[in-house]
């Protein structure tokens, strides 16, 4: 079935009416798409005030924000570990996990700059299956998250000649004896251009060309720098987009975007808008950021803020439209019930999404994770209905046997109704479920799974409220059910 974009709302900024409020649901969907999630008290904080004023601080706040401390071996070969091989590859191992629980930490509590940082890997993708080296990886995470709200032209040169990046597209083999074109056809097919789009296969051979010479490195000393070497640079004539010259590495980046502007401005911001507002295109409206996007010379920081903060953003068609993947998934529900940060939880996350299909530092292939419906299969589908139920419990658990953070969360939805069991019940539902049931016989049934074998009685009289003991195991049958709910996926 075609998905269709009936979003109205023009890419001015959003001003709250009567028709368009300033309400928990526009909240909710704001800070699920920018930083996935926040607890509620951040969010009704927000209502206090303009929406627009909350995307530029969030925005500036995620460009500010220092990059993540390296760590002692960010720049090791392998010459820095033990002679030992099995000791070596023990480190190796350590450092690796290490730097990936690291990122998920940082994915889950960095909000913008690492939602960023991380769609940026799906973007300009590398594997780390591929290259090893942990150092190597560092580097290119460091990139990510360096450039995550930056001039995305200096992000493209920069990426190009990272380690990473140099062993995984074949940039090391890149040769003037010996050319190889793959990274030259993903730096248009995938990371500037688009498939087909204002490129030719001569261009590729000519770009493929001018890339050569970063084949500078001791192989024997695993892990070491790749630096330029002239001599395996080609220095001939070479013509790409129509330009000939006896071009180099910068040369290539320069024309690309002297010449592919409107090409380049309008694939990112395509991208950005099917990723964070709507799966399904409004071109009008892309058209409208990728001028803002060449306007400001390429730097990503104007175009999120026009994005998020327009009318457009706001529009009641795009919420619930985004079907996340496995690790924003479950960091989105953490965030959203006010649970303490965990690392041992989190890594459990980002361990587990692996198994179906979500390994971070290790996307697919270079096209990335495709996103959106493909997170869903009958495999993935029971994973992720049965392991918010898992979160629940491991915080149980951790907690002494007690759940808080469910009762916290309910009485701040219910605004001193405590004892209104319907509608406690229709606000959490409404709360995870963007467009709430599609029937009231959803919400009844809803409402018997939350009185579970409560006496009626209790209800009736008005004595049952949320401080009784059995309210937090209500808050977990009811929060189980509602998971299981298809329409949960959607965020």
């Given amino acids: 079935?075609?998905?269709?974009?009936?979003?109205?709302?023009?890419?001015?900024?959003?001003?709250?009416?009567?028709?368009?409020?300033?309400?928990?649901?526009?909240?909710?969907?704001?800070?699920?798409?920018?930083?996935?999630?926040?607890?509620?008290?951040?969010?009704?904080?927000?209502?206090?005030?303009?929406?627009?004023?909350?995307?530029?601080?969030?925005?500036?706040?995620?460009?500010?924000?220092?990059?993540?401390?390296?760590?002692?071996?960010?720049?090791?070969?392998?010459?820095d570990y033990s002679p030992n091989e099995d000791i070596r590859t023990q480190q190796f191992v350590d450092q690796l996990l290490t730097w990936g629980g690291q990122w998920l930490e940082d994915i889950k509590n960095n909000g913008l700059r690492d939602r960023m940082s991380f769609f940026w890997h799906n973007h300009f993708v590398t594997r780390q299956e591929d290259y090893l080296?942990?150092?190597?990886?560092?580097?290119?995470?460091?990139?990510?998250?360096?450039?995550?709200?930056?001039?995305?032209?200096?992000?493209?040169?920069?990426?190009?000649?990272?380690?990473?990046?140099?062993?995984?597209?074949?940039?090391?083999?890149?040769?003037?004896?010996?050319?190889?074109?793959?990274?030259?056809?993903?730096?248009?097919?995938?990371?500037?251009?688009?498939?087909?789009?204002?490129?030719?296969?001569?261009?590729?051979?000519?770009?493929?060309?001018?890339?050569?010479?970063?084949?500078?490195?001791?192989?024997?000393?695993?892990?070491?720098?790749?630096?330029?070497?002239?001599?395996?640079w080609d220095p001939g004539q070479k013509t790409i987009f129509g330009r000939t010259g006896n071009w180099g590495y910068d040369d290539v980046v320069d024309i690309l975007f002297e010449e592919r502007p409107v090409e380049i401005s309008e694939h990112i911001c395509g991208k950005l808008y099917r990723h964070f507002v709507n799966p399904k295109e409004d071109l009008f409206i892309i058209e409208a950021l990728a001028k803002t996007f060449r306007d400001n010379n390429f730097e990503l920081r104007p175009v999120l803020k026009q994005m998020f903060s327009s009318e457009h953003f706001f529009d009641k068609a795009h919420i619930g439209t985004v079907i996340p993947g496995h690790i924003e998934y479950f960091f989105t529900f953490v965030n959203e019930m006010g649970f303490a940060n965990n690392s041992e939880l989190n890594f459990a996350i980002g361990y587990s999404a692996g198994d179906f299909n979500q390994a971070i530092m290790n996307p697919t292939d270079v096209a990335g994770w495709p996103g959106n419906r493909d997170w869903i299969n009958s495999a993935s589908l029971p994973y992720r209905w049965e392991n918010i139920a898992n979160v629940i419990a491991f915080y149980y658990q951790i907690n002494g046997m007690a759940l808080p953070e469910l009762i916290n969360f309910a009485k701040t939805l219910a605004e001193g109704k405590e004892n209104d069991e319907v509608l406690i019940t229709r606000r959490v539902i409404d709360f995870f479920l963007p467009k709430g049931y599609q029937s009231e016989i959803e919400y009844e049934e809803a409402l018997k799974v939350f009185k579970s074998e409560i006496p009626e009685n209790y209800f009736e009289d008005g004595s049952w409220n949320l401080d009784w003991e059995y309210a937090p195991a209500q808050m977990f049958f009811l929060i189980n059910h509602i998971a299981n709910s298809p329409e949960f996926q959607l965020k």
């Fill in 133 to 232: 080296c942990p150092s190597w990886m560092y580097q290119y995470h460091k990139l990510l998250q360096q450039y995550a709200l930056g001039n995305f032209k200096e992000f493209v040169r920069a990426m190009g000649k990272t380690p990473a990046m140099l062993v995984y597209l074949n940039g090391i083999q890149n040769t003037r004896f010996d050319p190889n074109e793959n990274y030259a056809r993903e730096l248009y097919e995938l990371f500037t251009l688009g498939v087909d789009n204002g490129y030719t296969q001569d261009d590729i051979v000519e770009t493929a060309k001018a890339l050569t010479g970063w084949n500078d490195t001791d192989l024997a000393d695993f892990c070491n720098e790749i630096n330029f070497l002239p001599a395996f």
């Fill in 1 to 79: 079935m075609p998905m269709i974009n009936c979003a109205e709302g023009a890419l001015v900024n959003y001003v709250p009416s009567a028709d368009m409020p300033w309400n928990l649901q526009r909240a909710t969907h704001l800070f699920r798409r920018i930083a996935l999630g926040t607890d509620l008290d951040v969010q009704l904080s927000a209502l206090t005030q303009n929406p627009v004023n909350v995307v530029n601080r969030i925005v500036d706040d995620a460009y500010d924000l220092p990059l993540t401390p390296e760590p002692q071996w960010a720049f090791w070969s392998l010459n």
